[in-house]
């Protein structure tokens, strides 16, 4: 059904598609919200952009839990153990979890698209910046309080990494339930090439939605097996006491205007 209808026009069907949450009428500011699409074209080179150093440590990894939008796997963030820095941040910005947004399908499922591709789920690494704050939560409220990596996932090859986070799920099949989950390196989540990404300042894609966040977005994906992101669908967004169940799929929140923002591309 989806076969052969252009990006942009499976975009028009994902507007039948049920939003995740009822999107708030006015965001404080709203003038620098996520996701967004990147026109590759429209992006400029910048010389100045560094490479990315991601420096984690498996030993940080503590739980794995289902919080109503996505699964998340959180780190051990009191000390500088697993950072990120370079790249366009002039901090080091602490890892403090990382989570998924995906489809119903393989036809769509990632929050920002590339010249409207669609990518069937988009991994999220958020960071906040050490250098200037001391809490996350305090982070989260500040302009460049946060580093967000994004990188998209394609169906292709079984992902063995991912494969010890696939294993947890059923787990945490409901909403606010979690296990402990350790030893988990997310570097083996990122693609060879960490080079190649653009960058431009935007928002949280959920609540409180705060422009708070420096998006670095990798130019290549990782590849994941079909059976692997089927299970991810296998989540739900309701409670273990609630009688009607909801899978939890289409966990991403619609395109948001580029407002003159300028997308930097740290490769011509
Ligand atoms: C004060 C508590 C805030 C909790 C919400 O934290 C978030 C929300 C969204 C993202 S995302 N999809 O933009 O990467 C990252 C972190
Ligand atoms: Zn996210």
Redesign the pocket.
């Known amino acids: 059904r989806m076969c052969g209808m252009s990006a942009c026009s499976s975009r028009f069907v994902l507007s039948q598609v049920h939003p995740m949450w009822q999107e708030p009428l006015a965001i404080p500011g709203g003038n620098r919200q996520?996701p967004i699409d990147i026109a590759v074209r429209n992006s400029i080179f910048d010389p100045h952009l560094r490479p990315l150093v991601a420096k984690y440590d498996p030993r940080t990894c503590q739980q794995i839990w289902n919080n109503g939008?996505?699964f998340l796997v959180e780190y051990d963030d009191t000390m500088d153990k697993s950072t990120l820095s370079g790249g366009p941040l002039e901090d080091r910005y602490r890892l403090c979890?990382f989570?998924f947004?995906w489809g119903e399908n393989n036809a769509w499922g990632s929050?920002h698209t590339v010249d409207h591709r669609l990518y069937p789920a988009e991994l999220?690494l958020?960071h906040w910046n050490a250098d200037r704050y001391s809490l996350?939560?305090e982070a989260?409220?500040e302009e460049n309080g946060?580093a967000?990596i994004g990188v998209f996932l394609k169906v292709g090859k079984r992902h063995e990494g991912l494969q010890k986070l696939v294993d947890a799920l059923p787990a945490v099949r409901h909403r606010d339930s979690m296990v402990e989950f350790t030893k988990f390196d997310p570097s083996c989540l990122l693609p060879s090439n960490m080079e190649e990404y653009w960058t431009y300042a935007g928002?949280?894609?959920?609540?409180?939605l705060?422009e708070a966040?420096c998006w670095i977005i990798l130019k290549q994906p990782i590849e994941v097996s079909h059976d692997q992101l089927a299970v991810f669908r296998s989540l739900l967004f309701t409670s273990a006491e609630e009688e009607v169940q909801k899978s939890m799929v289409n966990n991403f929140?619609s395109q948001q205007p580029l407002k003159g923002r300028t997308v930097r591309s740290s490769f011509s």
């Open positions: 996520s939008y996505s979890q989570h947004h929050e999220h958020v996350f939560e989260v409220m946060l967000v928002s949280l894609t959920t609540p409180p705060t966040v929140r």
